[in-house]
């Protein structure tokens, strides 16, 4: 049995000794009081106990703000961002590593068996390839499903309280109750009191608004006040537990209500003491008593569940501020995946699809050209492995707002070789000096840019132009390929780029190149272009 129960059932055998002991002293009670006085002590305690029961909730509730009112939106932000970067790493470890490292398998095989039939082996990195792209818009569209608005939804209008089948069984119950001690207590109304029909009546009516507990508390108290006064001048009302279960049961209820009861309680109060007091004043005490004991119960058990209320709207008010910065730091912690993911991924892959098809295409007529193709799939595909280990090392290790080793200025002209090996044919014009932030942009802009020249418009020119001064950093990347089309539409890797851009305040623009061809044009401010 629970410590409760044992303490519970404990206090409530003390409670009914003690009465017994009282009783045997007083020479004038017998065994109605005995159980009458039992009941109302054991009632009184179990009052207490309620009251003390929503004290300790409140006081629990009250600890909870007090605990999330204390903690910090980063430290939770930071706690939920270290969850997420795990998962991610999963992600990468599963979906895109293993997607390179397949093709970078594929074309050391083809080396292995190029001087007999590399072709399957090449078929093999563009099909990889494919089902990477595939792979790779999944995973970004899931990454950014979770930037999308999250809806909120209303909180649920309090329902209107209605007498129910259980206050109609009570009311019938309190009223059999108490019809039946009017009966059984007729003989200890002082001589000449006149029990009939009419104290029948008055007592079912009285036990009878018991019914409106719930609905109208205070309604009730009032009623049945009113029908206590009546008997003063007709015929007189029984005393007996059902005070307990109808008159008491109103005035907590009503008590629970507040400061705007206390006119009904007064009503129930003066009707049921006045009553009593000249028809049985025997038990006007005890009765005033109960109807004390309830009143009081009622207030504070509902004080201390307004109390419980109030600190949990505080604490529930304080939960949803902190899991909306967690949520707004995992959806930028997504955004920052998507975005690296995409800038590196989407241009690995698509040069090695390329380039295993050049080999293919190239093989039989110029078996040298062939070869460096082939070279340029199996550097990017290390390259790559090397990329998402950095990514995959900050995803396990890094801290809030942390990034990837940016690249620099000597990264872009790298940038610029490999694309050429990978046969595009591009000029660039670079001036300035590039680092911080800024560089890391440029960088990624280009690399965005000329990787769409080379899978979107195979053949086209481009032309690369960088310039860096005190006020900032301009960049603009134009090919001479066909263009957009009439509706042109963004990808995730225009959409990253834009969003790399404002980050760091700068204006991005792309669309169709004033004499043809795709134009992509950035301004970085100075601040973004400092070094970190």
């Known amino acids: 049995m629970p410590r409760t129960r044992v303490l519970s059932a404990l206090a409530a055998a003390t409670i009914v000794a003690a009465n017994a002991v009282w009783v045997w002293l007083d020479e004038a009670a017998g065994a109605p009081e005995f159980l009458f006085g039992s009941v109302v002590f054991l009632t009184l305690a179990a009052v207490l106990r309620l009251a003390v029961r929503a004290g300790r909730r409140a006081a629990v509730e009250h600890a909870r703000a007090a605990r999330l009112a204390s903690t910090p939106e980063a430290d939770v932000a930071r706690a939920a961002v270290a969850v997420e970067r795990a998962r991610l790493a999963g992600d990468i470890q599963a979906v895109v590593r293993s997607a390179a490292t397949t093709m970078g398998a594929a074309a050391d095989d083809a080396v292995r068996r190029w001087d007999d039939d590399p072709t399957p ?9 494919q089902r990477a792209g595939l792979e790779l818009r999944r995973l970004l569209g899931l990454l950014r499903e979770a930037d999308e608005d999250v809806e909120v939804r209303p909180r649920p209008e309090a329902a209107v309280p209605r007498i129910s089948r259980r206050d109609v069984l009570l009311a019938a119950a309190v009223t059999a109750l108490a019809v039946a001690e009017n009966f059984a207590y007729r003989g200890e109304f002082p001589a000449g009191a006149t029990m009939g029909a009419v104290s029948v009546l008055l007592t079912i009516c009285a036990a009878a608004t018991v019914v409106l507990r719930r609905v109208a ?31 008491a049961a109103l005035a907590w209820a009503a008590a629970a209500r507040g400061v705007r009861s ?42 201390g569940e307004r109390w419980q209320l109030r600190a949990q709207e505080r604490a529930d008010r304080r939960a949803a501020e902190l899991d909306a910065a967690a949520g707004a730091a995992v959806r930028a912690e997504r955004l920052a995946v998507a975005r690296e993911l995409h800038d590196l991924v989407s241009h690995a ?14 093989r039989e007529g110029d078996p040298a050209r062939a070869r460096r ?23 396990d290790h890094g801290v809030l707002g942390a990034a990837m080793t940016p690249p620099d200025g000597h990264d872009l002209d790298a940038l610029l070789e490999r694309l050429r090996g990978a046969g595009l044919a591009v000029r660039s014009d670079v001036d300035g000096e590039l680092s911080g932030e800024g560089a890391a942009v440029v960088y990624r802009v280009v690399q965005e840019s ?19 001064d005190a006020t900032g950093v301009e960049v603009e990347v134009v090919d001479d390929g066909p263009g957009p089309g009439s509706a042109p539409r963004r990808g995730y890797g225009l959409v990253g780029l834009d969003e790399r851009v404002r980050r760091v305040g700068g204006e991005f623009a792309a669309g169709p190149g004033p004499g043809g061809g795709f134009r992509v044009h950035v301004r970085i401010p100075a601040l973004a272009a400092r070094p970190a």
Not at 218 to 238: D, K, N, S, Y
Not at 376 to 390: N, Q
Not at 450 to 468: D, E, F, I, Q, S
């Open 217 to 247: 508390p205070e309604l009730g108290a009032t009623l049945c006040g009113l029908v206590f006064a009546v008997g003063i001048w007709t015929q007189p009302l029984p005393a007996g537990f059902w005070l307990i279960a109808g008159p």
């Open 262 to 303: 206390v006119p009904a309680l007064g009503v129930l109060g003066a009707g049921v003491g006045a009553e009593m007091w000249i028809r049985d004043p025997d038990n006007v005490f005890l009765a005033l008593l109960t109807l004390a004991l309830a009143a009081v119960g009622g207030a504070a058990v509902r004080a």
């Open 450 to 468: 000329l990787t769409n020249v080379l899978r979107h418009a195979p053949g086209a020119a481009a032309v690369v132009r960088v310039r860096a």
């Open 121 to 129: 082996a090449l078929n093999a990195v563009q099909e990889h390839g």
């Open 349 to 362: 892959v698509g040069v090695m699809v390329m380039q295993a098809g050049a080999a293919l295409a190239t």
């Open 373 to 395: 193709a082939l070279d340029v799939v199996r550097r990017t595909a290390g390259e790559t492995l090397a990329e998402l280990d950095r990514l995959v090392e900050v995803l």
